[in-house]
């Protein structure tokens, strides 16, 4: 399924998608007023969403919908950074040292944007784009085996770790300059882990006013998922909700030769194959 969260008439609503169309789950509101309360029901949740699809409930068009971002505010908001292979040999050309082990950082939640809101460059000159395939924590994860890992995925959704690169070297966490307002629209929903054969196969794209900038597919992750999902959790405990950002590939703009940041009017576009894509444009 195609789990929505999605704003009409000032109000929030959450849906399901489906072609180009939307299936209101008010009707399950009492039980599950939020995403995260479906995504913590689990298993009985989605069962009773599908019941209530089936049973050929309203269906509106998801032109006259805005979408918002899928999961309300997460307690966690997680990214990795230089994972894919020929990304990392990018940074390396630039004097940035790849690191030998999983390098994380945080993005605030505060960051968090819908998957067609506008992008604020804010005081930053360097504003840079990165596709990565998303990932929502379903289960609760603490010490969890890299066999055992995908058990713990809700399901899959778009992002951009939007970065503003001349705040990002303020700190060696990255975490202020990947944290600005705006600058992490996810989307447009979720994919639900059943619908994903393998999230290790999947082609991503970023593209800038039409041209493509990143074309690559999510094979070329240095350390896959369950990896992520077994090395977070070591630490500490991945919770329902949270989001993890998976790693973007070559073809970043401060990589360019010479480097692109992104302009006021630029559209940025971020497709993930089997997910969907989202668009935003910079003010």
């Not at 399901?16 to 689990?42: E, K, R």
């Not at 503003?164 to 600005?180: C, N």
């Amino acid at each position: 399924m195609k789990l929505a969260r999605y704003s009409k008439k000032e109000e929030t609503h959450l849906g399901v998608v489906i072609d180009d169309q939307i299936v209101p789950l008010d009707g399950l509101a009492d039980a599950y007023p939020t995403m995260l309360s479906i995504i913590t029901g689990g298993d009985a949740a989605l069962t009773k969403v599908r019941d209530h699809v089936a049973t050929g409930a309203e269906r509106i068009p998801l032109a006259d919908v805005q979408l918002l971002a899928p999961v309300e505010r997460p307690a966690k908001f997680l990214a990795i950074g230089m994972n894919y292979r020929k990304h990392a040999e990018e940074a390396r050309k630039l004097g940035v040292a790849v690191p030998e082990k999983q390098f994380w950082f945080n993005k605030q939640t505060s960051c968090l944007a819908g998957p067609f809101d506008p992008i604020d460059r804010g005081v930053s000159e360097k504003v840079d784009y990165e596709v990565e395939l998303g990932v929502v924590i379903g289960k609760p994860a603490k010490g969890v085996s890299e066999a055992d890992a995908a058990a713990h995925i809700f399901g899959y959704t778009v992002m951009n770790d939007v970065s503003a690169r001349d705040w990002q070297q303020h700190s060696p966490t990255f975490t202020i300059g990947k944290s600005f307002d705006t600058h992490g629209p996810v989307g447009p929903w979720i994919v639900t882990a059943d619908e994903i054969a393998d999230p290790h196969a999947l082609g991503l794209r970023c593209i800038v006013n039409g041209e493509v900038r990143q074309d690559s597919d999510t094979s070329q992750l240095i350390h896959n998922i369950w990896q992520q999902i077994s090395y977070l959790s070591t630490a500490f405990t991945l919770e329902p909700g949270d989001l993890i950002a998976t790693g973007t590939p070559e073809g970043v703009g401060v990589a360019r030769n010479p480097p692109v940041f992104l302009q006021s009017g630029d559209v940025v576009r971020c497709e993930v194959d089997g997910i969907g894509a989202i668009e935003n444009r910079v003010l």
